[in-house]
């Protein structure tokens, strides 16, 4: 989805999607992020695309390991503008709110979002009504092509 110009007319690009708080959530959450980026002209396989999958595997993985609530799903949403690409992923689980472990050798777990706070430019946490959403967000490299307003039938659709 591409929302109309923001701040200063700049686009604004915007992906969400609800999954199920289960593994599988999470992995077609982090392919449907990759497809948006690309939608949103990110190369596949580029470093802010290998980034951003990174912070969308972490995060919706707290979300099913930490933030899971039975029957309810978690949310993922992408915000990309001029400069900044914004992550956040909602589960509905209250409560203790995600920190950086010290590190630990040999540890199996505890270890992500370590790994967001090495990779994202900032990285938090915000209360919510109903849980809390996690958010990391990541410096894109300034202007991205606009996305043809018209792209016509999709060849890939056969009626």
Not at 48 to 66: G, K, P, Y
Not at 101 to 110: I, L, T
């Amino acid at each position: 989805m591409t929302a109309p110009a923001g701040p200063a007319g700049h686009l604004v690009r915007v992906f969400t999607q609800r999954s199920s708080s289960t593994p599988r959530g999470a992995r077609l959450g982090r392919r449907f992020a990759l497809l948006a980026l690309h939608d949103w002209g990110i190369p596949h396989r580029s470093e802010l695309s290998d980034d951003a999958a990174l912070l969308v595997a972490e995060l919706a993985a707290n979300a099913i390991v930490h933030g899971r609530v039975p029957g309810r799903d978690f949310e993922l949403r992408m915000v990309m503008s001029e400069g900044v690409l914004r992550i956040e992923v909602s589960d509905a689980r209250a409560g203790a709110r995600p920190a950086v472990s010290p590190y630990v050798h040999h540890a199996e777990g505890g270890h992500g979002l370590r790994l967001v706070a090495a990779v994202a430019r900032d990285w938090g946490v915000v209360s919510r009504t109903v849980g809390k959403t996690v958010w990391a967000e990541l410096v894109t490299p300034g202007r991205f092509p606009r996305p043809d307003p018209d792209p016509g039938p999709d060849p890939r659709r056969t009626h």
